[in-house]
């Protein structure tokens, strides 16, 4: 017998025949992924690949990049503008004047039969910087409605309001290159091998080369968890008494960074004063974590050199988001923790764009993290847009989640969703059913027609998607990175910036307010406004983005006429003492009193439901549902569920059970796991009419994010298997 690499046959990989390689950055997750499109001779996209000298990701990309070129012709996409008088009615095609005027003549019958704030739109954290700031220029410099929003608000709202009330601002402090340099590392509620697989690669990369604790706090056994050194599986929606109790041991055992705290922070006598309450043996009642683990965990983090912290939505998604986010920060900031190699506290952000429409679109302000609660702010915008100042609102409108309560309430009476699916995405789907039915009028704007919320339209507007469009995104870790276009998009449907100028001509007749038609003209508009602010990127523009496979912000024209290279590496945010954006330069301690305001498992509902994502799909599969190689690991909507609770109930691997909550119920297939305990289920978010005819719409009072992720249900055997089955297929026909 012969043995050995020559006697193998050796691995092939298909000729797809590609004659061209065009760049973009990844358009799902915020890990910010460098790819490059293989393009066929007819000019057909045909593969993807990881760019090699992208800081990044090095080359790699994860299961849903490696097939993102699939998506250009991938099922139900738009590909002509649709019209028709009622949402109940057939569509019928029209051509884009016919529709365009219609959506403006709608807004502008909306608001003066009922008031400016009638008329809500809604974006998204999918499009390029470049269509977000136009937008945000159309919504508040012509349109004038207060009611704008992103379905940011769903996945990052909390780490923004986390942020602005610790710091002064928003923007996350570190970098992936904190890897490198830690000395120990918690993760709050973040699975990043399934959710980041890419940062999570850095990650462990670090970790080979140089061994320090990794400490998991996810009441369920994520992948993550079961790398760590320490997993503690805190009880649902307690994190902020963890954190007080954390800090608790660290002020009492005087571990904390005196120096730091005295230079850079106020409120430590408060903050002292509130968490002398949570000592590890109380606190361990309240959260599930024993005392010696609490103090264990709080002197290992506070006597590292330097020690960092992760967190995505197990922490954001929830009643508390907000008072986690900050209690994070607390917690790096009493340790000396914030602007060192190593030592920070990074949210690790959904979308690929969450941050560009953050820094961007003007959703809950102005751009580049201008308010509307501040004059100066609202001036110098308007000045610059040539409006008048007094257009503005004086303070942010509703936030996404209570823009449909409004809808519900009969005060807003028209809606234009751009890129996003409220009627899969939002909590309580039942309810939000209920306000789009009662919509005078809803516009639709997005690359498949498909979608659930389209369903509710009079008007449907197609997109391009991705890389058919050219713009930047902004990743996790700050880096702005470029999109080219690799293809057009199908049919007549259009690129979002080619929508949003063609709706500004219509509200603009005059030409007073100024909107630049491509993408590398609006970003230089941009870079002209961020000059001296947090977000200064007045020494980028396109060509130097794609040359260095991005730059993180701030790069200043300043450091780019000096000849200075923007870092390869990783850039950090308040390094230098009282830099933080409050007025006095000090980052504040805020005290967090614990209130438990969620809905807790009982007699009724015995079971807590935890929900999050896969790592092939994207939130409501309206892309990977429709890629084979994505669609095939999970095409069928399933909850992990503890082998113990399954003897107890007879219920077998594969069985469909009914899930039922006090908001409705969803059928699913059982997967025995010890990843859950027995009193909890894990449901994947993605699939249509599923988890979220489940999920509470609790919100968060600072960022008005929905507690997704902490919500009670009973499980119900089904005997007809056969017609379970059939339900199940029916929900997924989406
Ligand atoms: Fe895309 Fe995120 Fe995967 Fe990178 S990790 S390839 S950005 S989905």
Not at 13 to 35: F, L, N, P, R
Not at 89 to 95: L, Q
Not at 287 to 307: H, K, Q, S, Y
Request: net charge negative.
């Amino acid at each position: 017998m012969l043995f050995g690499r020559s006697h193998k046959n050796p691995v092939k990989i298909a000729d797809k025949g590609v004659v061209e390689w065009k760049y973009a950055v990844c358009g799902y997750c915020s890990t910010g992924c460098s790819i490059e499109v293989g393009l066929n001779a007819e000019g057909r996209p045909v593969t993807s690949r990881g760019v090699a000298d992208a800081d990044v990701n090095r080359g790699k990309l994860c299961l849903k990049g490696i097939f993102e070129h699939e998506l250009f012709d991938s099922a139900g996409r738009g590909t002509v503008p649709l019209m028709r008088d009622h949402w109940h009615d057939e569509w019928a095609t029209t051509d884009w004047d016919t529709a365009l005027d219609r959506l403006h003549d709608e807004i502008r019958r909306i608001q003066g039969q009922y008031g400016r704030d009638s008329f809500a739109i809604i974006s998204t954290g999918q499009m390029l910087t470049e269509e977000f700031y136009t937008l945000g220029k159309l919504t508040r410099g012509l349109i004038g409605t207060n009611n704008y929003d992103g379905n940011t608000t769903l996945c990052m709202a909390s780490a923004v309001s986390g942020y602005k009330r610790s710091f002064g601002s928003d923007g996350p402090p570190g970098c992936y290159e904190d890897f490198e340099h830690t000395d120990c590392l918690i993760a709050w509620g973040s699975n990043l091998p399934e959710q980041h697989p890419i940062i999570y690669w850095r990650l462990k990369e670090a970790m080979e080369k140089r061994r320090f604790p990794l400490i998991v706090v996810d009441p369920r056994v994520t992948m993550l968890a079961q790398f760590a050194d320490i997993h503690l599986p805190i009880t649902p929606g307690t994190d902020v008494v963890l954190q007080n109790a954390l800090m608790h041991v660290i002020l009492a055992e005087g571990l904390e960074d005196r120096d730091y705290i005295e230079a850079n922070t106020t409120g430590i006598d408060e903050l002292r004063a509130e968490v002398a309450k949570y000592d590890p043996t109380t606190a361990s009642r309240i959260c599930g974590i024993d005392e010696d683990t609490i103090r264990l965990v709080a002197r290992t983090f506070a006597r590292a050199p330097a020690a960092m912290q992760i967190w995505t939505m197990g922490i954001n998604q929830s009643t508390h988001g907000s008072d986690g986010v900050v209690g994070i920060n607390n917690l790096s900031l009493i340790t000396g923790n914030i602007g060192k190699p190593g030592g920070t506290s990074l949210s690790i952000t959904g979308q690929c764009n969450a941050m560009g429409t953050r820094e961007w679109s003007s959703c809950s302000g102005l751009p580049n993290y201008r308010l509307l609660e501040n004059p100066e702010d609202r001036k110098e915008i308007a000045e610059f847009w040539g409006i008048d100042e007094e257009f503005f609102p004086k303070k942010r409108g509703l936030f996404q989640t209570d823009i449909y309560h409004a809808i519900e309430a009969g005060q807003i009476k028209g809606l234009w969703l751009i890129a996003t699916n409220p009627m899969s995405s939002l909590p309580n789907s039942a309810r939000v059913r209920k306000a789009m039915e009662k919509l005078e009028f809803c516009c639709v704007q997005d690359c498949y027609q498909d979608s659930e919320s389209a369903q509710y339209a009079h008007v449907f507007l197609p997109a391009g998607t991705w890389a058919e469009k050219e713009g930047v995104m902004t990743n996790t870790e700050r880096r702005i990175n470029v999109v080219k276009p690799v293809t057009q998009p199908p049919g007549e449907a259009k690129p979002d910036l080619w929508i949003f100028n063609q709706v500004a001509k219509r509200f603009n007749s005059d030409g007073k307010v100024k909107f630049p038609e491509t993408a590398p003209e609006i970003f230089l508009e941009m870079a002209s406004i961020s000059k001296g602010r947090l977000a200064d990127i007045s020494g980028m523009n396109h060509e130097l983005l794609e040359e260095k496979r991005g730059v993180q912000w701030p790069y200043t024209e300043e450091q780019a006429k000096k000849g200075e290279e923007p870092p390869r590496g990783g850039k950090r945010l308040y390094t230098e003492p009282r830099t933080f954006r409050h007025p006095d330069g000090r980052a504040r301690l805020i005290p967090l009193p614990f209130i438990d305001n969620n809905e807790v498992p009982d007699e009724k509902y015995p079971i807590w439901l935890n929900t999050g994502r896969l790592i092939e799909h994207w939130h409501g599969r309206t892309k990977t549902g429709k890629i084979g190689n994505n669609n095939k690991y999970s095409p069928i909507p399933f909850i992990e569920i503890n082998p113990d609770l399954c003897a107890e109930m007879g219920i077998r691997r594969g069985d469909y059970v009914r899930l039922v909550s006090r908001r409705s119920d969803a059928i699913v297939m059982a997967q025995p796991t010890q990843r859950v305990p027995r009193n909890m289920v894990f449901l994947p978010f993605h699939f249509h009419d599923c988890a979220n005819r489940l999920t509470l719409g609790l919100l968060d009072p600072h960022s008005r994010q929905p507690a997704y992720k902490q919500s009670a249900v009973r499980i119900e055997i089904l005997e007809d298997q056969i017609e379970a089955a059939r339900l199940s297929k029916e929900m997924r026909a989406f």
